[in-house]
């Protein structure tokens, strides 16, 4: 049901390590009619705890969260409880600053995630999470890949950026080293990069990769600006 057609407003949870963004967000949420902030977490546990206490109509986490878990891990995990529970799929919105296309495909493959970007206006960020409500499409940013990766040396690609080498991946993707590397040849071509770190330096400007260091709990956030 769309949101302009209900008498109550949408109940929402925030989930973000950053308090002062997630308080900004439910300040400037106050303001509207149909969207109303009923609770904060800045853990994914706790926020798992608070989905299962209110059971909110939307949901929305930043991507990076404390450790290694991210908001997109956040709603898979929310999607299984509900799976195993029968129960209809919540909304998901994921907000980041850094909406890299690994980010992207991961959050096209759970159902009903929205991502969204901590970067755009206040305003648009409302409209997405109304979209969101609505069932609208799962993307709501586009990132270009200036380099023309295949699949395959995407998936290479964030494992380097995550510090891995070639060793590792192939146990990881249970391909070998030979492939790997083949793989790692053709990612240092396409960005005309003499070593796998300057790839990644490169891929990471252009937003294929979100760096790991990003979004900390450190960063200075507020609406409409760079976040997580």
Do not use: C, W
């Amino acid at each position: 049901m769309a949101y302009d057609e209900i008498d109550q407003p949408t109940r929402l949870i925030v989930v973000d390590d950053q308090r002062s963004f997630a308080e900004a967000l439910k300040l400037a949420l106050g303001l509207t009619d149909d969207l109303r902030v009923v609770g904060l977490e800045q853990g994914a546990g706790a926020g798992l705890a608070l989905v299962d206490s209110i059971r909110p109509d939307l949901i929305v986490t930043s991507y990076r969260l404390i450790g290694t878990v991210t908001g997109l891990d956040l709603a898979r995990q929310v999607r299984d409880k509900e799976r195993a529970e029968a129960r209809e799929f919540t909304p998901v919105v994921v907000l980041t600053a850094f909406p890299a296309p690994a980010v992207i495909r991961r959050a096209r493959e759970i159902p009903n995630v929205v991502v969204l970007s901590k970067r755009s206006a206040i305003t648009e960020i409302v409209s997405g999470l109304r979209r969101a409500v609505d069932g609208g499409p799962s993307v709501g940013v586009v990132v270009d890949d200036p380099y023309s990766l295949s699949p395959a040396e995407m998936e290479v690609l964030e494992f380097l950026s995550a510090g891995h080498n070639a060793s590792s991946i192939a146990a990881d993707l249970h391909l070998s080293v030979h492939a790997i590397r083949a793989r790692i040849r053709g990612l240092l071509t396409k960005t005309n990069s003499s070593s796998q770190l300057e790839a990644v330096a490169k891929a990471t400007r252009a937003g294929l990769v979100v760096p790991p260091a990003f979004d900390s709990p450190a960063s200075v956030v507020s609406l409409g600006t760079a976040s997580s």
